[in-house]
């Protein structure tokens, strides 16, 4: 099996899509930004199922993180193969006058520059053995504006146009590249008032919020299939038509 980089895994969507992807028998890096001690919880955990994994952390809002963290997968687990560009920021809903520069600097950093720096580095490896997976996990905000506000939204659309230009360049070597958008998925980033996460639920044509197990399960059917590529795929139970 391959060597995986999840980035942003110490939680909700990240944590579900490192389990699933140490269950089916892949080597893990648990990517992770502040969250140390949970994500050496989901260390031990896929251990525990016979695959080596490793943590390693850092604020990719640094230009100069996600080259070491490559680095140091590559030196304890060997070639990154499998890189699921997960970690995001988000913030209250916020106009656009309310956009400071440096809110939307910061947002951009992490969303888009750090997914960039991630594969600019990882895709060298790819290509040269001839195999590789990149996963951009995107949000339904890229195509509809979304709630939180311009910076979020801008920074996830952008993503697709990354997959696009480097799909092109990795399908005649085995590197796909792919990305999803999440709707509503149920995790800690979700409002925590009951009564606001009900109205959320009843808003989806499926009549509930997602859960980050059925993003991992459309994660890992990508990785699995090489043939799919440059593709943008919505998960958000029905409710919004591409």
């Known amino acids: 099996m391959s060597v995986a980089l999840v980035t942003g895994a110490s939680r909700g969507i990240g944590r579900a899509i490192a389990l699933r992807?140490?269950?089916?028998?892949?080597?893990?890096?648990?990517?992770?930004?502040?969250?140390?001690?949970?994500?050496?919880?989901?260390?031990?955990?896929?251990?525990?199922?016979?695959?080596?994994?490793?943590?390693?952390?850092?604020?990719?809002?640094?230009?100069?993180?996600?080259?070491?963290?490559?680095?140091?997968?590559?030196?304890?687990?060997?070639?990154?193969?499998?890189?699921?560009?997960?970690?995001?920021?988000?913030?209250?809903?916020?106009?656009?006058?309310?956009?400071?520069?440096?809110?939307?600097?910061?947002?951009?950093?992490?969303?888009?520059?750090?997914?960039?720096?991630?594969?600019?580095?990882?895709?060298?490896?790819?290509?040269?053995?001839?195999?590789?997976?990149?996963?951009?996990?995107?949000?339904?905000?890229?195509?509809?504006?979304?709630?939180?506000?311009?910076?979020?939204?801008?920074?996830?659309?952008?993503?697709?146009?990354?997959?696009h230009s480097l799909a092109r360049q990795g399908a005649p070597h085995g590197v796909t590249v792919n990305v999803i958008a999440p709707g509503l998925i149920d995790t800690d980033m979700m409002p925590a008032d009951q009564g606001v996460r009900e109205q959320l639920a009843a808003s989806r044509a499926v009549g509930r919020l997602g859960s980050a197990e059925e993003v991992a399960d459309l994660v890992a059917a990508v990785v699995a299939n090489a043939y799919l590529s440059n593709q943008s795929i919505v998960i958000d139970g029905g409710t919004l038509s591409t």
């Open 21 to 163: 992807l140490g269950e089916q028998g892949h080597d893990v890096a648990v990517g992770y930004t502040r969250s140390q001690e949970q994500a050496q919880q989901l260390v031990d955990e896929i251990a525990a199922l016979g695959r080596r994994a490793i943590s390693v952390g850092g604020d990719l809002a640094d230009t100069g993180t996600p080259a070491r963290v490559i680095d140091e997968v590559e030196q304890r687990l060997g070639g990154v193969e499998i890189l699921i560009a997960n970690a995001g920021i988000g913030s209250a809903p916020t106009g656009i006058l309310e956009v400071s520069l440096s809110d939307w600097e910061h947002t951009l950093a992490v969303n888009l520059t750090a997914p960039f720096l991630l594969a600019q580095r990882a895709l060298p490896g790819m290509l040269e053995r001839g195999f590789g997976r990149i996963v951009f996990l995107s949000s339904v905000a890229a195509f509809t504006g979304g709630l939180i506000g311009a910076h979020y939204a801008s920074s996830k659309a952008g993503l697709h146009g990354l997959a």
